[in-house]
């Protein structure tokens, strides 16, 4: 049934053989990089080398617990939640009318004709359309929601 989400088995993905170079690769870098720290420390007695690696564990561990005890007294940097803009073409839904205005039949017809004289505008005079619609970007959404209300409204008589 649902099929979308299922993966197939018989075909692989594409970008498998570019994982399997990157993971060679990492392979590659990481085992580089353990045979060049074997070689420097294997000049170190024991002894040296337990000290390393105790003054590694209280550097690194104590550095860990002054930012959890940052953190936790609440001496980070702070966020602030800024408010978002809205640009004024925008349709604000809160202030949506909660019931269908009652459209006359007289408003549909203008609303018809106009759209027809945008369209006619739009194929003879085509900057003359987009300057009307820089200045006015939200005519055509605003007209199909008059029309849809209208709509609706005919549907609940």
């Known amino acids: 049934m649902f099929r979308f989400f299922k ?3 018989d075909k692989p993905s594409v970008m498998y053989p570019v994982f399997v170079r990157m993971n060679a690769f ?3 870098k990481q085992q580089r990089a353990a045979d060049w720290l074997q070689q420097r420390s294997k000049q170190y007695s024991k002894r040296t080398q337990l000290t390393g690696l105790v003054i ?3 550097l690194f ?3 860990s617990v002054c930012i959890v005890i940052g953190v936790l007294q609440g001496k980070g940097k702070t966020f602030t939640v800024q408010p978002i803009s809205v640009p004024a073409h925008v349709i604000d839904t809160s202030r ?3 019931e269908i205005p009652v459209l006359e039949q007289q408003i549909q017809e203008n609303i018809q004709h106009f759209k027809r004289h945008l369209d006619s505008l739009h194929q003879y005079a085509p900057a003359a ?3 009307v619609m820089k200045i006015r970007p939200g005519l055509i959404d605003s007209l199909m929601l008059v029309e849809s209300i209208y709509q609706q409204q005919l549907k609940i008589k």
């Open 7 to 9: 993966r197939r088995k």
């Open 26 to 28: 990492v392979r590659k």
């Open 56 to 58: 590694f564990c209280l």
């Open 61 to 63: 561990g104590g550095s």
């Open 96 to 98: 949506l009318f909660k």
């Open 129 to 131: 359309f987009d300057s």
